[in-house]
C-alpha cells in the first residue's frame, strides 16, 4: 500500500539513527585508526587485497589528493565517516588495479567498438530513475546494476565462481544502508540489481561528480570544475568495453546528472550518442535533491551544515543548468530527444517507443511486455515520499524560482 502521509525529516541537523545501528556505529569508530585517508595505506591495503600492482597512468594521483584533502576537510567529520570514505576509495583503486591487469591480459578489449549509446541526462526527481529502468527492462540494451558499478572486475579468485561474490557483498551493504538510512528509499531506491549509473565508474579515474553528492568538499568541486572531463569519459569508454567482454551486451543505456554539463564531452568521446534530457518544475526537483543529499550527509558527518550545503548546492545546480541551456544544441534533433516530465508520467509507453525510435531500435513484443511488467510493479510513489520545504533548507522560494526561470523558460515554457 503507497504511503500518503509525507515523511518529514526533522533530524537533518541532527542525526537520529536507530538504536540497532549504534553498535555497528560504535564498531566503524573503533577502526578508523586503521583506515586513515591516507594515499600510500591505501594503495598498498589495495595491492595486498588484489595481489596485484600496476595502476595504469599515474596522473589519477593528484586528483585523488585533491579529494583526500577535501575530505579532511570536512567539518564535524566523524570516525564512521573516515571508515566510510576510506572503504570506498580502496575499492575504487582495486577497481583500477583489476582493470589494468585485465586489460594487460586481453588488449584486445581496447579493439572493441561500442555502438553509440542511449544517454538519460536530468537531474534527480526528473524522471531519470524511473525511465532508466523501463528502458532497460527489456533485452535491448545494456545496463549496470549496482553490484557491478562498484564492483565491477572479478578479483582474480573470484573469477567464475557462483553465486558472485561481488553480489553477495553488495546485498549486506544495501543491507546496512536501508538499516541505517531507513528513509533515503523514499528518495532513491537501491537494491543490488537495480540498474545503476555509470557514475561510479567515472569514480574509477577519480574524477566524478559523485565525489559532490557524498559530501560537501568545495575543494573537490572547484578543482573538478577546472579540468576538462574528455580524458576521463574515455576512461568511461575503456570501461564500457571491459564490461561488454566479460558479460556481453550490444549498445549502452547510460544515465547520471553529470552529462547535463558535459554533451561537448559525450559527443566527442562516444560518436552518434543519443541524449535524452528530462525536465521537471526545477524548484521542486531542487529541494528534493537537497533532501537527499543532507540527510545522507549523517553518514560522515554530525552535526550536518544543512543550510551551508544547501545554499552551495542551488549555485552548483544553477551552473549545471546553464551549462545545459548554452550546449543543448551541441546534440542534434536527429540524436536528442527533451522529455517534459508530466509527458512521460502520462504517457510512460509512449516516451518509450518515442526514445526507441530515435535510437532507430525496434521496440519488439518482448520489450514492450517487459516494460509493462516493470510499470505494473513499480507505481509511482509506492515507498511513499519526503516532506520538502525551501524553508527547511534556509532558502526563499521566490529567490529559488528566479534563479532557475531561464532554465525553466527554455525547457518548461
Known amino acids: 500500500m503507497t504511503q500518503t502521509t509525507p515523511v518529514v525529516l526533522d533530524d537533518l541537523a541532527e542525526p537520529r539513527f536507530p538504536a540497532a545501528m549504534e553498535p555497528i556505529r560504535e564498531m566503524m569508530a573503533a577502526m578508523a585508526p586503521d583506515c586513515p585517508l591516507d594515499a600510500a595505506v591505501l594503495h598498498a591495503k589495495a595491492a595486498a587485497e588484489t595481489g596485484l600492482d600496476d595502476f595504469g597512468d599515474d596522473d589519477y594521483r593528484e586528483r585523488l589528493d ?33 582493470l589494468t591487469d585485465l586489460l594487460t591480459r586481453h588488449p584486445e578489449i581496447h579493439d572493441i567498438e561500442l555502438a553509440p549509446p542511449v544517454v538519460i541526462a536530468g537531474l534527480p526527481r526528473t524522471g531519470t530513475t524511473h525511465l532508466h529502468n523501463l528502458l532497460a527492462a527489456g533485452p535491448t540494451f545494456r545496463t549496470i546494476p549496482y553490484w557491478e558499478s562498484n564492483e565491477p572486475f572479478p578479483l582474480p579468485s573470484e573469477a567464475g565462481v557462483e553465486p558472485d561474490p561481488r553480489r553477495t557483498r553488495m546485498d549486506a551493504a544495501v543491507e546496512f544502508m536501508n538499516a541505517v538510512m531507513p528513509h533515503f528509499a523514499l528518495m532513491h531506491e537501491m537494491t543490488t540489481d537495480h540498474v545503476h549509473e555509470e557514475i561510479q565508474l567515472l ?73 535524452i534530457a528530462t525536465h521537471r518544475d526545477p524548484v521542486p526537483v531542487v529541494l528534493s535533491m537537497l533532501a537527499m543529499l543532507t540527510y545522507s550527509a549523517r553518514m560522515h558527518c554530525s552535526p550536518v551544515p544543512v543550510e551551508q550545503i544547501a545554499a552551495c548546492w542551488v549555485d552548483r545546480l544553477e551552473l549545471m543548468l546553464a551549462a545545459l541551456i548554452r550546449d543543448r544544441e551541441v546534440i542534434p534533433p536527429q540524436r536528442s530527444l527533451d522529455v517534459r516530465f508530466d509527458d512521460f508520467m502520462a504517457d510512460e509507453i509512449g516516451t518509450a517507443a518515442a526514445i526507441y525510435e530515435l535510437a532507430g531500435e525496434t521496440l519488439e513484443s518482448q520489450a514492450r511486455d517487459a516494460i509493462a511488467e516493470y510499470l505494473a510493479g513499480h507505481q509511482r510513489g509506492r515507498l511513499g515520499r519526503v516532506a520538502t520545504s525551501a524553508e527547511m533548507f534556509g532558502l526563499d522560494p521566490h529567490d529559488l524560482q528566479a534563479r532557475f526561470a531561464p532554465y525553466a523558460e527554455r525547457f518548461l515554457a
Open 66 to 98: 585533491v579529494y583526500l584533502a577535501a575530505l579532511q576537510e570536512i567539518p564535524m567529520l566523524h570516525a564512521a565517516g573516515v571508515v566510510n570514505f576510506h572503504a570506498q576509495i580502496l575499492q575504487w583503486l582495486k577497481n583500477r588495479l583489476l
Open 203 to 275: 569514480a574509477n579515474d577519480f574524477s566524478s561528480m559523485l565525489f559532490e553528492t557524498m559530501a560537501h568538499v568545495p575543494r573537490w568541486r572547484d578543482y573538478y570544475l577546472s579540468h576538462d572531463q574528455t580524458s576521463h569519459y574515455r576512461h568511461l569508454a575503456t570501461q564500457l568495453k571491459a564490461l561488454q567482454f566479460l558479460r556481453g551486451g550490444r549498445r549502452w543505456l547510460l544515465k547520471s546528472p553529470q552529462h547535463l554539463e558535459q554533451l561537448p564531452v559525450l559527443d566527442n568521446v562516444f560518436p552518434g550518442v543519443v541524449v
